[in-house]
């Protein structure tokens, strides 16, 4: 009992963290607050779903459960007589109904919240942050890494972000049709970064979380819907990109959960009906003012037309980076764009490429990773285990760990 109601208590919060919390500020109005409630509720949860069992609907549960702590909490207030007014009058004391996502317009309180957090009065990068620790429940050390930025300055962040949505007067809606092409970049930027965590988990012994790649998946179509007749390129980019990743989820671990690298996985595995789909909206991103996410789809695109690795067009992909670093000029472009010439011309090449971004990449896992292959590629196995250990040295997950650890030993 013990067990399973732990194990309950885990699967609500990793699929609906986002839809509570997302809730409870429509209802409440306060960031931290709802944060607090949803974690004390969940707490609550742990204990007495041992005693009495797992409730027929769990996430209402909680729901419920949070509203009576932040009543609580208003009534141990010294001003309750006039809050409790205010709140007599709003959506707090009315009973919880859930929508139904799938069938109404635009109901969903998660659509919301993205939108309240991708408010052009906060910074871009606090904009994402905040939408990542609220709305995907991800740790703030989860954030930190898909920015590369340390723990600390990303938590400063997020507090200010909150401070400046409660002095401001943030509104929590959905905006109107002619502010949404100024909101939207954010937005298709946290939806992706949602995806990113999931595709590759920061932490813990699963390298993928099906859960937060499908709430991204879920959340871009329904973004995507918003701006329907003529949705951004940049929105069918981002659709398609995150469809053609996910489509290889089930080749891309053994039964062990270790990690198997692309031109390693079982092509019979991929989701062929979900690339069908995703390469239709590649083509039609592609074909509009392209942006980095039709590019990025793109290049997953000519990974999935390849039934066997050797068929892969490198240099269209190499091309296609080189594109891309045109319009993004990052670190990590430039990594992925070695990577892609190095396949089409050789590892030397890559790794010339892979040393001028060296110093700025030198705490990112994935740079000693690449790197450590192309040298295992040219034969110099004393350098590439050197790489391989600082990969080790700087990777998280146990996935990845292990799988680096096995490449460690089969190049001695």
């Known amino acids: 009992m013990l067990t399973d109601a732990y194990a309950a208590v885990d699967a609500v919060?990793?699929?609906?963290?986002?839809?509570?919390?997302?809730?409870?500020?429509?209802?409440?109005?306060?960031?931290?607050?709802?944060e607090e409630a949803a974690q004390e509720a969940f707490a609550v949860a742990a204990d007495q779903w041992m005693a009495s069992g797992i409730p027929e609907h769990p996430r209402a549960w909680i729901i419920q459960t949070a509203r009576h702590k932040i009543i609580d909490r208003i009534r141990r207030q010294k001003n309750f007589a006039e809050k409790s007014q205010s709140y007599a009058r709003s959506e707090m004391d009315r009973v919880v109904v859930e929508p139904n996502y799938e069938k109404s317009d635009f109901p969903d309180d998660r659509l919301q919240l993205i939108f309240t957090c991708c408010h052009p009065a906060l910074a871009p990068e606090v904009q994402v942050a905040l939408t990542l620790r609220t709305l995907g429940g991800l740790q703030t050390d989860e954030i930190a890494r898909a920015f590369l930025v340390p723990e600390a300055t990303m938590a400063q962040r997020i507090v200010r972000a909150k401070k400046k949505i409660?002095?401001?007067?943030?509104?929590?809606?959905?905006?109107?049709?002619a502010e949404i092409p100024a909101r939207v970049e954010a937005v298709l930027t946290v939806i992706y970064l949602i995806f990113n965590e999931g595709y590759a988990a920061t932490r813990g012994p699963a390298l993928v979380r099906g859960d937060l790649c499908g709430e991204a998946i879920r959340l871009a179509r329904l973004v995507r819907t918003l701006m329907m007749p003529q949705p951004p390129t940049e929105a069918t980019g981002l659709l398609a990109l995150m469809l053609l990743h996910d489509s290889r989820r089930d080749a891309r671990l053994d039964e062990a959960g270790d990690l198997i690298v692309l031109e390693e996985?079982?092509?019979?595995?991929?989701?062929?009906?979900?690339?069908a789909e995703a390469l239709q909206l590649a083509e039609e991103a592609f074909r509009g003012d392209v942006g980095p996410f039709a590019i990025q789809a793109a290049i997953a695109a000519e990974h999935c037309k390849a039934s066997r690795p050797e068929q892969t067009d490198w240099p269209r992909i190499a091309a296609l980076y080189g594109l891309l670093e045109e319009i993004q000029n990052s670190a990590v472009v430039a990594l992925n764009r070695a990577v892609a010439v190095a396949m089409a011309?050789?590892?030397?090449?890559?790794?010339?490429?892979?040393?001028?971004?060296?110093?700025?990449?030198?705490?990112?896992?994935?740079?000693?990773?690449?790197k450590a292959d192309l040298l295992r590629r040219a034969g110099d196995s004393p350098a590439a285990a050197r790489s391989y250990k600082r990969a080790l040295e700087l990777a998280t997950n146990d996935s990845e760990r292990r799988y680096l650890e096995r490449r460690l030993r089969e190049i001695f």
Not at 166 to 177: F, G, L, S, T
Not at 265 to 275: E, P, S
Not at 353 to 366: F, R, S, V
């Open 13 to 34: 919060y990793r699929s609906d963290w986002g839809r509570i919390v997302a809730t409870l500020i429509r209802l409440h109005g306060d960031f931290d607050i709802a």
């Open 166 to 177: 409660r002095d401001a007067k943030i509104p929590y809606k959905v905006p109107e049709a």
């Open 265 to 275: 996985q079982d092509r019979g595995l991929w989701n062929r009906a979900q690339i």
């Open 345 to 370: 011309q050789g590892p030397e090449s890559g790794l010339r490429l892979i040393e001028n971004i060296a110093a700025d990449l030198d705490e990112y896992h994935l740079l000693h990773a690449a």
